[in-house]
């Protein structure tokens, strides 16, 4: 299996640890099927990874962009529960980093705020883990921390504004609340 572990993820409406099962070499594959609901899926090996990081950028409709500072993500159980800017990378990665998500706008022509997760490996690798062509539960900290937060920017670059100073103005930690 994928090299002993992987993850069956549904591919519409997984997130937050829904739809989703973790496997490894023997368990029964047709569980894992039923368990997300027999729905169309994908099977991603584990990577082993230093962090993950993630990129939050905006980009208006005349391709001008704004990305904030990189944020290092902590999960468990699938879900993302902290987010801690700034990411205590180097600046050679984060301009990469930074570099990835720009082309990425620019290359899909997306407008408004998107943000592009990525696997950070031992040897400064990076791998993109996930694209979330919205605001992003990874960008909550910006409101706080800087001049201007990522629901703002993405309205900004949609109403055809101009973008918004990111400057964070103090580090951050965002800690995701679920709960009923």
């Known amino acids: 299996l994928l090299g002993g572990e992987g993850l069956l993820k549904t591919r ?7 739809g989703q099962v973790r496997l490894k ?9 039923r368990a997300i609901g027999d729905v169309p899926a994908v099977l991603e090996a584990f ?18 962009t704004a990305a904030f500072d990189p944020s290092m993500n902590d999960h468990s159980g699938g879900i993302l529960r902290t987010s801690i800017a700034p990411c205590g990378l180097g600046e050679d990665i984060i301009e990469r980093a930074r570099s990835l998500a720009e082309t990425l706008a620019r290359e899909t ?3 408004g705020v998107m943000a592009l997760e990525l696997f950070v490996l031992e040897d400064g690798t990076l791998l993109a883990n996930e694209v979330a062509p919205r605001v992003h539960n990874s960008g ?8 201007t937060g ?22 951050a930690e965002m800690r ?3 709960g009923k």
């Open 176 to 178: 995701n609340l679920l």
């Open 109 to 111: 022509g997306h407008v």
């Open 140 to 147: 909550h900290w910006t409101p706080e921390a800087c001049l």
């Open 47 to 64: 990577v082993p990874f230093e962090r993950e990081i993630s990129v939050v950028i905006a980009r208006t409709d005349d391709g001008t």
């Open 25 to 33: 070499t023997g368990d029964d594959l047709a569980a894992a099927y």
């Open 150 to 171: 990522q629901f703002e920017q993405h309205i900004r670059a949609v109403a055809g504004w101009p973008l918004g100073p990111v400057t964070r103005v103090f580090d």
């Open 12 to 18: 519409r409406d997984g997130y937050d640890g829904k």
